[in-house]
């Protein structure tokens, strides 16, 4: 799957081409009663697998979540009654029955439909001057005003319509569900307002999601060069670019701020204090320290002096002799909230590779994942399409025998 990798240089590290900002969650914040309260309650339905996707080739894959639905259907019968019966096979809508995930260029108008139908988007648009600026506006600042704005989403006919997709899709095959998208709004470039409400462009951000609003921007194809492998002496091994690929990856990291809040809906608000202490995140601001190493484990557990030699600075990001290592350098530098993002992404992209790096975070996911999909939307696997029509047949002198 994945092209030649190319090795990031300790001292020669670029600093992640793509980031994305998150209107919801920032390090530290803690949900207001008032906003979990706008995250819609998936109710609650039966959930059996369904014979007829062993079909999708995907049997591997449908393991682990099979045993999701284990684990959450044994929770809901210890800890309350089980939900009103439904008929077999209704908990996925009858569009979701079975459908193939796109190929190659789709148009807007099959983009739009498939993310209404499939994963219950209820508006998708290009974006507006006045709806950027209003939402651009920050408490204490005057009204905000863009120049030079300019409308932009990815045309009439795209393959990076089929790549967003493949981003939901990814997260759909992994944890049989999806977090609440209720928009998805294209823009050209995010702005910030400085202190006089003029809006100053910051073209290194490619997404953003916040309370059920997914945001994409034309750098949506950038991205935070996550590692592909462990920490080598020649420092984290990363792919080379590949517009699909990256595309879907930074929506997939978009959907982790969505788990985020499917999880602080579902852990009444404790995630962040249960993720942190779990792989490292200590103080206030946080600073991260290396979960891996038991000076570091025993330290949080006596509530003693954590050891400062075991703290992962951004530039330390790559360093070998980690034992927990992030899984980019985003990861570090954007705190606790991009942390998670980037986690959920690389344990839906690239599961192996979170596991041998950061087995904490791996862990951490793993044994709660039951209990966020509570709060997301059941979405079965698509099936992928195989390929169909004429092989070439050999002949003559290429025929072999
Ligand atoms: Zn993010």
Redesign the pocket.
């Known amino acids: 799957m994945h092209e030649q990798t190319t090795i990031s240089q300790s001292a020669s590290v670029t600093p992640s081409s793509q980031?994305?900002?998150?209107n919801a969650l920032h390090v530290g914040d803690i949900i207001s009663a008032s906003e979990v309260d706008k995250i819609p309650h998936i109710p609650e339905v039966s959930f059996m697998p369904r014979k007829n996707y062993s079909d999708d080739g995907g049997t591997l894959r449908l393991k682990p979540f099979a045993s999701f639905i284990q684990q959450r259907n044994n929770t809901l019968l210890i800890q309350r009654q089980a939900a009103p019966a439904t008929a077999p096979g209704s908990l996925f809508s009858a569009n979701q029955k079975s459908r193939f995930r796109p190929t190659g260029n789709i148009t807007r108008k099959e983009f739009d439909a498939y993310v209404m139908l499939n994963f219950g988007v209820v508006d998708v648009h290009t974006g507006t001057q006045q709806e950027q600026e209003l939402r651009s506006t920050r408490r204490g600042i005057p009204p905000v005003t863009i120049t030079g704005w300019q409308s932009w989403d990815p045309g009439s006919a795209s393959g990076d319509y089929t790549s967003i997709i493949d981003g939901i899709e990814n997260m759909a095959s992994v944890m049989g569900a999806v977090p609440t998208i209720t928009n998805i709004t294209f823009f050209k470039v995010a702005y910030e307002p400085d202190a006089t409400g003029a809006g100053i462009p910051d073209t290194s951000i490619g997404?953003?999601?916040g309370a059920g609003n997914l945001t994409i921007f034309e750098a949506f194809s950038g991205s935070t060069n996550p590692a592909i492998g462990i920490n080598t002496q020649q420092g984290a091994p990363i792919a080379s670019p590949d517009r699909s690929r990256d595309v879907a990856r930074t929506i997939t990291?978009?959907l982790?701020?969505g788990v985020a809040e499917a999880a602080m809906a579902s852990q009444n608000n404790q995630t962040f204090v249960q993720f942190k202490a779990a792989v490292g995140w200590v103080g206030n601001p946080e600073v991260l320290y290396d979960i891996g190493q038991p000076a570091v484990r025993a330290a949080i557990a006596n509530q003693t002096q954590l050891p400062s030699q075991h703290i992962i600075t951004t530039s330390r990001w790559f360093d070998p002799t980690l034992n927990e290592q992030p899984v980019s350098r985003?990861a570090v530098d954007?705190g606790p909230?991009?942390d998670f993002?980037?986690s959920i992404a690389t344990f839906i992209t690239n599961p192996s590779v979170l596991q041998q790096r950061s087995p904490a975070r791996y862990n951490f996911i793993q044994s709660n994942i039951a209990t966020w999909r509570t709060r997301m939307r059941p979405t079965m696997p698509a099936r992928i399409r195989p390929p169909v029509g004429d092989f070439p047949i050999p002949s003559g002198d290429t025929r072999m025998a």
């Open positions: 980031v994305c900002s998150n997404a953003s999601f990291h978009e982790g701020h985003y954007g909230s991009e993002a980037e």
